[in-house]
Every structure is written in C-alpha cells, then in structure tokens.
T-cell receptor, first 115, second 113 residues
C-alpha cells in the first residue's frame, strides 16, 4: 500500500509569483485535504476535495485554489505569493467509506519559502 | 466553532519516565479526536484516534489516550518514554464526514538521557 506523497519537497519563490504543489493520495482514498503549517504552529485547514469538487474551505483567500483529478490526486495553487505564505504545506488523504472513514493520513509536506 | 488547546508548549522528560500531554477541545457535536506526532521537518503520523466506545484508546508506539467528555479532554500518555519519542505532538478534533481537522498548537517533547 502506497502512502500519501507530495512534490516537490522544497520550493523557493519570490513575492508575487505563483506556485503549484502536488499530492498523490493513499491507495483507496478518494478525499484530499490541504493544510498550511507555519513555523512553530499547528496545521490550519485550507480546503478539502471529494469527487473532484471542493468540499469545505477554511479561512484562506481565493488566491489559494485547488484541483482534484479523477485518480484522486490533487493540486494546491497559490497566486500572488506573499511572504506570510512561507510554510509547510501538508496534504492528507482519507476515505469517505469503509472501515477507516474519517481518518486523515498525511504526506511528508512541501516546504515553501517566499522571498 | 471548534478549537483545541494544548496548554504545554514544551515538556522535558527523562528517558524511562512517564509522559502525559494535555489536550482540551471545544466542539458542538460528538467529537472525533486524534493525536498526531511530527518529527522535525516531517509530516504528521497518526498515533491514535477516538470516535466512540471505550474511552481509553490504545495507539502505536505504546501510547494511549483517555477521552473525558465531562472535562472536554483527550490526554495522551506513555508509561515509559524512549529517546525516539522526542518530537512534536498535536491533538486535533474533527467531525463526521471526515472534513476539516482543527489542531492545537502542539507540545514539543524533549527527552533527557
């Protein structure tokens, strides 16, 4: 069974640029959630995708957007990067059915630095 | 609104000693509660979860947690810590349908030899 994978591992961008982060969900999982973890803080929910539709969103501006593909992998896009966007971005996958419903399993994260 | 408080930012414990990490939550319905561990620069690993049933739940790596509804708490314990338990620990609350998790600020555990 393959776990959650994310790419790239690290990324450096400058203010105003755009970035795309990628996530492959764990085998058998159809739901993907994205979290932002600033240094020294707990993760904060950005949004969740289920069946290629956004299924809940946290308190993040519209310049944070996402996609989910038919194979359940997902992208997080951030436009007009700001210095405060520097963080570890975590992807988590879960299944909406079965014995392990409602449990989110996390990938290793993408460390984004905005200069 | 849901929230999680982890009152202890840092805890230092000697190897072989017991460990207890505190977690208090606020949630308007039946909470789904989780403990995750994060090593430096890594993602989150699930230690254990509570949805319903027995209020004392066992997890991986010898950890256990007890759900106390009357105190809105879900404290994590380990009888004897190992040096490899040094990490940051996060408590989280969510609901049915597996949507958003709300995390506490984390507790960093240091293990003295």
């Amino acid at each position: 069974e393959t776990g959650v994978t994310q790419s790239p591992t690290h990324l450096i961008k400058t203010r105003g640029q755009q970035v795309t982060l990628r996530c492959s969900s764990q085998s058998g999982h159809n739901t993907v959630s994205w979290y932002q973890q600033a240094l020294g803080q707990g993760p904060q929910f950005i949004f969740q995708y289920y069946r290629e539709e956004e299924n809940g969103r946290g308190n993040f501006p519209p310049r944070f957007s996402g996609l989910q593909f038919p194979n359940y992998s997902s992208e997080l896009n951030v436009n007009a990067l700001e210095l405060d966007d520097s963080a570890l971005y975590l992807c988590a996958s879960s299944s909406a059915s079965g014995s392990d419903t409602d449990t989110q399993y996390f990938g290793p994260g993408t460390r984004l630095t905005v200069l | 609104a849901q929230s999680v408080t982890q009152p202890d930012i840092h805890i230092t414990v000697s190897e072989g000693a017991s460990l207890e990490l505190r977690c208090n939550y606020s949630y308007g319905a039946t909470p789904y509660l989780f403990w995750y561990v994060q090593s430096p620069g890594q993602g989150l690993q699930l230690l254990l979860k509570y949805f319903s049933g027995d209020t004392l739940v066992q997890g991986i790596k010898g950890f256990e947690a007890e759900f106390k509804r009357s105190q809105s708490s879900f404290n994590l314990r380990k009888p004897s810590v190992h040096w490899s338990d040094a990490a940051e620990y996060f408590c989280a609350v969510g609901g049915a349908a597996g949507n958003k998790l709300t995390f506490g600020g984390g507790t960093r555990v240091l293990v003295k030899p």
